[in-house]
T-cell receptor, first 116, second 112 residues
């Protein structure tokens, strides 16, 4: 149980375009979701926390207008990288807080974004 | 400020050995301590987690030891196998809707 499906797994886009990454909770309601960014051989860096129906809370240094997060339903959160540039190339991972009798955090499989 | 300090950065053990990865934290408000395993190009997968009211927890070949007074916790992998070669992250959270805080990770290589 507590599965999060993240799509796409890989995406290549041109500079200046926007890319949307979806994260769906398949068998539970995810009232709180988190978005992380991970550089090669580095740890996960929290970008933002989103609660269903509310605006996302961004970490210091994360551009709100570049990384748009929408959490409009209890099963779907999206991260849109707007006007992408090569420096936005990274591994993006979503996570959902699980509170269905067990407390924990489950992660999506990640999205490798390459901006060319 | 690094809230969760993890060591070692990398570790090489022989097959069958018992790698031990350590983490230390400062924030006494943390009350949930999970360990995650990550393979290249994949998201982290939960291995085992512990709460501060327990000093040790075992699940299969994985054991967490927790020392509340020292604010330290560690992961032991029994009878390690080459398939255990991955990056391991410790983490901590304050509960509620707060996010996990991750250690920097340990790259484990188990050689046959």
């Amino acid at each position: 149980g507590a599965v999060v499906s993240q799509h796409p797994s890989r995406v290549i886009c041109k500079s200046g375009t926007s890319v949307k990454i979806e994260c769906r909770s398949l068998d539970f309601q995810a009232t709180t979701m988190f978005w992380y960014r991970q550089f090669p051989k580095k740890s996960l860096m929290l970008m933002a926390t989103s609660n269903e129906g509310s605006k996302a809370t961004y970490e210091q240094g994360v551009e709100k207008d570049k990384f748009l997060i929408n959490h409009a339903s209890l099963t779907l959160s999206t991260l849109t990288v707007t006007s992408a540039h090569p420096e936005d190339s990274s591994f993006y991972i979503c996570s959902a807080l699980v509170r269905d009798g067990h407390y924990g955090y489950t992660f999506g499989s990640g999205t490798r974004l390459t901006v060319v | 400020q690094q809230q969760v300090k993890q060591s070692p950065q990398s570790l090489i053990v022989q097959k069958g050995g018992i790698p031990i990865i350590n983490c230390a934290y400062e924030n006494t408000a943390f009350d949930y301590f999970p360990w995650y395993q990550q393979f290249p190009g994949k998201g982290p997968a939960l291995l085992i987690a512990i709460r501060p009211d327990v000093s040790e927890k075992k699940e299969g070949r994985f054991t967490i030891s927790f020392n509340k007074s020292a604010k330290q916790f560690s992961l032991h992998i029994m009878d390690s196998q080459p398939g255990d070669s991955a990056t391991y992250f410790c983490a901590a959270s304050r509960g509620g809707n707060t996010p996990l805080v991750f250690g920097k990770g340990t790259r484990l290589s188990v050689i046959a």
